[in-house]
Every structure is written in C-alpha cells, then in structure tokens.
C-alpha cells in the first residue's frame, strides 16, 4: 500500500523483504531515503536501521510500523530514525514527512501515538 501511494506522488520505490537484501539495496544503491517497517522475516527494521547507520548517517529513515508500543518507538529513534510513525494513523502523516525531510526543512510530522515514547 505505500509502495502505491509513494508511487502515485512520483516517487520512485524500491522494495525489499528482508534485512539481507535491504542491506544489500543500501550497500548497492544511492537512496534519498528509507521508510521501513520494524519487523522481516529475517530481523527487524531496527536491526536493518543500525546496519545501514554504521556506514550511513544521513540518509533521512523512517519507520512506518506496527508496532507502537513506547518501547518499540524509543527503539526506532534510538537506531538512528529520523520519524516513527504507527499504523495505520500515520498514513496520513507518511507523504508531509518525506516532503519535509527531502526538502531538509526538518517539518517532520509526529505521530500523535509517538508523543509519549
């Protein structure tokens, strides 16, 4: 679904299904940016989020995810992420996030669940 909707804005999306090959895409690939979720078959977002971190500190990342609880969130931003944003509320918030931080304005939108971490 975000695939579809990113595309539909004109982003250009590459996928990947597990922490190996998104490793691999990142190693690989010049990204403006990642959105991930926090759990593969293989790991975790998190996981995938420290990997990329150790040779990438800029590159803007984003975790849309299921998984809100406190502890997940303060997981996320702990791995390096600029944003966590929950499902499915965050949905509305996805595409003004990537806006604002492909812009490097910084108008990162916070998802009223992630207040609280």
Do not use: W
Request: glycine share 10%.
């Amino acid at each position: 679904m975000i695939t579809v909707l990113l595309e539909i804005g004109g982003y250009e999306v590459a996928t990947a299904h597990t922490v190996d090959d998104g490793l691999s895409r990142a190693k690989l690939e010049q990204f403006d940016l990642y959105v991930m979720d926090n759990r593969f078959p293989d790991g975790t977002g998190v996981d995938l989020c420290r990997l990329i971190r150790a040779s990438d500190e800029d590159t803007p990342i984003i975790f849309y995810s299921g998984a809100a609880y406190p502890y997940d969130i303060k997981e996320g931003l702990d791995a390096g992420a600029q944003c966590y944003l929950t499902k499915p509320s965050g949905i509305y918030d996805i595409e003004r996030t990537i806006t604002g931080l492909l812009a490097g304005t910084g108008e990162v939108m916070a998802n009223p669940r992630q207040s609280q971490p």
